[in-house]
């Protein structure tokens, strides 16, 4: 298992789009947009603040889902059919391919946050520092899940178009890009799944506890998007 | 523990095609069987059901004592499955690596790339690799968990002719290891020069099931062609490599087990023949036949 998980990293390390929307396209944008405006403020925090979390979460978000996705390409392939003959169980494929996303985020997620560091963007404890990083890992599981049910709705093919749709949805809806401050704008983004990490990554650096209204939207998601993956995954196998 | 594969009463509709219709096969530990049809006679379902990639309707299957599932996921069968390539971002060896590292016994990585004959490609990375070199690592993949039982499902539909005799050399040597082969084709060829026995299948039923050279006398002999009026039909089947001949106006067919005696015989004796020709067995005329025969 340890070898399979070595080489479903290895897999991923070594594809271009890896390298580009989990490192280069956030630590650009950060350092672009975030970095030299510290003087202005986005909300309760200064710009610059705002934008080291947002791209934090943007590059773990891209390597999370596209992790699940992944497995639209490996059943277009018939991979599955492949892997069906081994002792690996459906439930640890997936489970190693939320695994490998959550992996593969990691790297690109403290590179932003130590160049916010580095940068001054945000001078706190490194308690601090460590409520973000948590904030932003336990607020994406709802798109690891979303990860997994795009691998199983979306063909081979289909699959890049769909998750670069979602993201562009869910990314606009989180406040990645903009502070959301009223309107029923901010009404349905509080009730959408991505929301909550970015606001949770906030309040941790200002160490304020989120609450559990948030929690639980993100609590909700998971389980729904992981149904409804469960359910398509019994499907596609039991039609294999 | 009870060696070999028993297959009972299987059966599987796909709403009103009837793909497997009531199948029984036993195969003994060590046999290489040759499971033969026409496309769309069955063969992959029956296969899939085997490996525990699909759910019968009806019907009983036990590899070595076990349900197909468990037989897979020990290693005791290893399988190439008909259609399917390989995942990208990896080299051969890793993609060996990381499959071997899913079986309880693996056979080891540079065997199995010795065996399959792929050692010069191991370092390639699995996207760089051509169609043939494809085809030689998924059969590599299916020595990994060194099976005692392989299921090839229509090995050699992608390859090419090289390949192909590759493949056909480290399969020999995997069988003559004791080892059970089950392999699906629609080249009686390929049946003929590999299997030990033949199992033919058509429109989900088995039309016959006998060791190779008996069932290639039935169905695979040559047949000639000759425009010859007015010949008496009982002569011409006492021509030596003759089995059977008729008459249809003026030419008669001559099925023959030995096409290259008969054909000489013919000529001397018959030098009025003219318009000859000779061709192969035509299977799918054959597995007509043979399926008529049992419905009537």
């Known amino acids: 298992m340890r070898t399979y998980f070595k080489m479903e990293i290895l897999r991923t390390v070594r594809n271009g789009r890896y390298l580009i929307f989990t490192f280069l396209v956030p630590m650009i944008l950060f350092l672009v947009i975030g970095a030299p405006n510290k003087g202005q403020q986005a ?39 492949q892997l069906r003959l081994t002792g690996l169980s459906g439930r640890s494929y997936i489970m190693s391919k939320i695994m490998t996303g959550y992996a593969t985020a990691l790297p690109g997620m403290i590179l932003i946050l130590a160049a916010g560091a580095l940068t001054h963007s945000a001078n706190i404890s490194p308690e601090r520092w460590l409520g973000i990083a948590a904030a932003i890992l336990i607020g994406l599981a709802p798109m690891a899940a979303l990860g997994v049910l795009i691998g199983y709705v979306a063909t081979g093919e289909s699959m890049q178009q769909i998750t670069g749709l979602l993201f562009m949805l869910l990314s606009l809806l989180s406040g990645i890009w903009f502070s959301i401050n009223s309107g029923w704008f901010l009404r349905v983004a509080e009730a959408s799944p991505l929301y909550w ?36 995954y019994q499907r596609a196998t039991a039609r294999a | 523990m009870k060696g070999g594969i028993q297959i009972s009463g299987l ?66 069968v290893g399988a190439m499955l008909q259609t399917g390539s390989l995942i990208q971002g990896l080299t051969v060896r890793e993609l060996i690596e990381m499959l071997a590292a899913l079986y309880p016994k693996a056979m080891p990585v540079d065997d ?22 494809t085809q030689r690592v998924r059969f590599a993949m299916s020595l990994v968990p060194d099976p005692d039982v392989l299921v090839l499902d229509e090995p050699t539909v992608a390859m090419d002719v090289e390949t192909r005799h590759a493949f056909w050399g480290s399969m020999r040597e995997f069988a003559t290891s004791g080892r059970t082969v089950l392999f699906a084709t629609h080249y009686l060829d390929e049946a003929d020069s590999f299997a030990d026995r ?77 318009d000859l020709e000779i061709s192969g067995a035509d299977l799918e005329q054959a597995f007509l036949t043979l399926t008529e025969v049992q419905t009537r």
């Open chain 1, 43 to 81: 909300g309760a925090v200064t710009l610059a603040a705002y934008y080291m979390t947002s791209m934090a979460l943007y590059g773990a978000m891209a390597a999370v889902m596209t992790s699940g996705g992944r497995i639209a390409m490996e059943r277009a392939v018939g991979w599955n059919r």
């Open chain 1, 197 to 232: 990490a970015g606001q949770a990554a906030r309040d941790a650096m200002q160490g304020i506890w989120v609450g559990w209204h948030g929690v639980a939207i993100i609590a909700i998601w998971t389980v729904v998007l992981a149904r409804l993956a469960m359910s398509r």
């Open chain 2, 11 to 76: 059966r599987k509709h796909f709403g009103d095609v009837r793909a497997v219709d009531g199948i029984d096969i036993d195969i003994a530990a060590g046999e290489v069987v040759a499971l033969l049809g026409p496309n769309g006679a069955g063969k992959s379902t029956t296969i899939d059901m085997l490996l525990g990639l699909t759910r019968p309707d009806a019907g009983r299957i036990s590899v070595f004592g076990m349900a197909p599932e468990q037989a897979t996921a020990s290693g005791a």
């Open chain 2, 112 to 133: 199995v790339l010795k065996r399959a004959r792929i050692d010069d490609i191991a370092n390639r990375r699995a996207e760089k690799l051509s169609g043939g070199q």
């Open chain 2, 198 to 274: 033949i199992i033919l299948i058509s429109q989900g039923v088995i039309v016959a099931d006998g060791p190779t050279t008996e069932i290639k006398a039935t169905v695979g002999g040559r047949t000639i062609r000759a425009t010859l009026p007015g010949v008496d039909v009982a002569a011409l089947e006492l021509l030596p490599g003759v089995s059977k001949a008729e008459v249809r106006g003026d030419s008669v067919l001559v099925h023959c087990t030995d096409s290259d005696a008969a054909v000489r015989a013919l000529l001397a004796d018959y030098p009025a023949a003219r």
